[in-house]
């Protein structure tokens, strides 16, 4: 699997790991061959620094062929003392020797005999005496043996023009090791304290930064199939490019939710006024041959009629044919009818009329009406929609359940709004709420709620039904004057 095609959970707090490391690394190293050519800097220094003590004195004890001044010279940075000095412990041996590079004296004399040639001491002199011979050991400075265990500070011995010799100080090639590795281990304690704050606190952060990409990326895969959720605006709070990201993204959404509510409407609205021209074109039809056969009845009832069994036939036609004009006159809703304007007692007459239904089923009705005075809508209109409304929330109410209503004016609107507790609607279901014959009704012909529709809508106003906490809401909204 190719790393770069990881999530980016994953990818950004690795890389972020990754690069952590990688400096940390680098810059420990750094700091380590820095401080290692420093410690054998400062090695230098302090040989140089003994270097130039010894060499006044032991120019005038070579002068003189003072031996034993020279072997107290030599001899005495290496005696111990209270206060050691750890640059002077790390001292191997302290070596006179003359121009021709015999040794005149040395602090260990055991480890170089005097009037002993340089190079015939070992293989390390041997090194250094070529090299004193090739600079004629006119300058001072610092001698590594290739393969050798030493390494050796040299100075010549001189006052004015001349020359009596070179002072030799010998030390061992791993002597700022040690005081290397000591400040190395703290600084490695020091890096993996930093490395282990950094490195979870890179997680953290890559992680706080990548939740957010990741659940965009899975909400957008569903844009096309259906609507998806927001995205929590406290996961991202901040107001860089993720943000207005994250800001657009929530934008996005609803303005499709609004896209979507409005095409529903729209194929809603078409659906229903198919459906409406349908029925009315149905309606026409039948109210001539019903208009024939009603007064072919009342006909046949002016006759004296003497059998009963005729007589009772006659009226079981009757009350058919009556039934078959309601609910063909309920397919017929014209807004456009005279009526008078709307007052607050039209609104407590539906109350009248519903109270049966409400005691037969022991129901608690919430009623409020805030219409004060005539309000201009058509009162029989608005009376027979909230009157369909009020008789399906009684009859979807659970026994002993709750039925709530409240009217008011608001805006320049009349808003109604009827809500039950009863059992709530499935989304095919509202899809279908509306329509005449509506199969949700189990009892009569469902056309209340198509009835509704089209007075609210022949109103210029809306009607909708929405699922809230435990109960449906069915809500009406008529603008003033449009009766």
């Given at each position: ?115 002993t040639r340089l190079e015939d001491i070992g293989p390390d002199y041997a090194i250094v005496a070529a090299r004193l011979k090739s600079a004629d050991g006119a300058e001072a400075g610092i001698i590594h043996a290739s393969g050798s265990s030493r390494m050796f500070f040299h100075t010549p011995l001189v006052e ?280 949700l009704s189990e009892d009569g012909h469902g056309l209340g709620l198509w009835v509704s529709y089209q007075i609210a809508h022949q109103l210029g106003g809306v009607i909708g039904a929405s699922r809230s906490t435990g109960c449906m809401q069915f809500s009406v909204e008529l603008p003033m004057g449009s009766g």
């Open positions: 699997m190719n790393p770069l095609d990881l999530s980016f959970r994953h990818k950004i707090p690795l890389w972020g790991s990754v690069l952590v490391v990688i400096t940390a690394v680098a810059v420990s190293v750094t700091l380590m061959v820095q401080t290692y050519e420093e410690l054998e800097e400062d090695l230098a220094i302090n040989m140089g620094t003994l270097a130039r003590v010894l060499t006044p004195q032991l120019f005038h004890a070579i002068l003189r062929d003072d031996v034993w001044k020279a072997y107290e010279l030599v001899r005495m940075p290496l005696r111990e003392t209270a206060t050691p000095d750890p640059h002077v412990d790390e001292i191997e041996n302290i070596v006179v020797v003359d121009n021709a590079l015999r040794v005149f004296v040395a602090a260990h004399p055991m480890a170089a005999r005097m009037r004015g023009k001349a020359k009596l010799g070179v002072l030799l100080i010998v030390v061992p090639e791993g002597t700022v090791l040690p005081r290397f590795l000591a400040i190395a281990r703290y600084g490695g304690v020091a890096g993996a304290l930093i490395l282990c704050v950094l490195l979870p606190f890179n997680w953290y952060w890559g992680r706080r930064m990548a939740e957010p990409l990741v659940q965009l990326t899975q909400r957008m895969r569903e844009v096309g199939r259906q609507l998806p959720e927001k995205l929590d605006p406290t996961l991202y709070t901040h107001r860089d490019e993720l943000g207005s990201l994250f800001q657009t993204y929530n934008k996005m959404l609803v303005e499709l939710g609004e896209k979507e509510e409005l095409e529903r409407q729209i194929v809603q609205s078409d659906r229903l006024a198919a459906l409406g021209q349908l029925a009315a074109g149905v309606a026409h039809e039948i109210n001539n041959p019903l208009g024939g056969m009603l007064m072919a009845i009342d006909t046949l009832k002016s006759q004296t009629v003497t059998d009963a069994r005729t007589a009772k036939t006659i009226a079981l036609l009757e009350r058919g044919l009556d039934q078959i004009k309601e609910t063909v006159g309920a397919l017929l809703v014209e807004a456009k009818l005279k009526s008078r304007n709307l007052s607050g007692s039209d609104i407590e007459d539906v109350l009248v009329l519903v109270l049966p239904q409400v005691h037969k089923k022991a129901l608690h009705l919430d009623w409020h009406n805030d219409v004060d005075g005539e309000t201009p809508l058509p009162a029989t209109l608005v009376r027979q929609v909230l009157i369909n409304l009020l008789l399906n929330a009684v009859h979807a109410a659970e026994y002993q359940g709750q039925v709530a209503c409240r009217v008011r004016v608001d805006g320049g609107m009349l808003r109604m709004v009827v809500a039950n507790d009863g059992k709530l609607l499935s989304t095919e279901q509202m899809s279908h709420l509306f329509e005449p014959f509506s199969p």
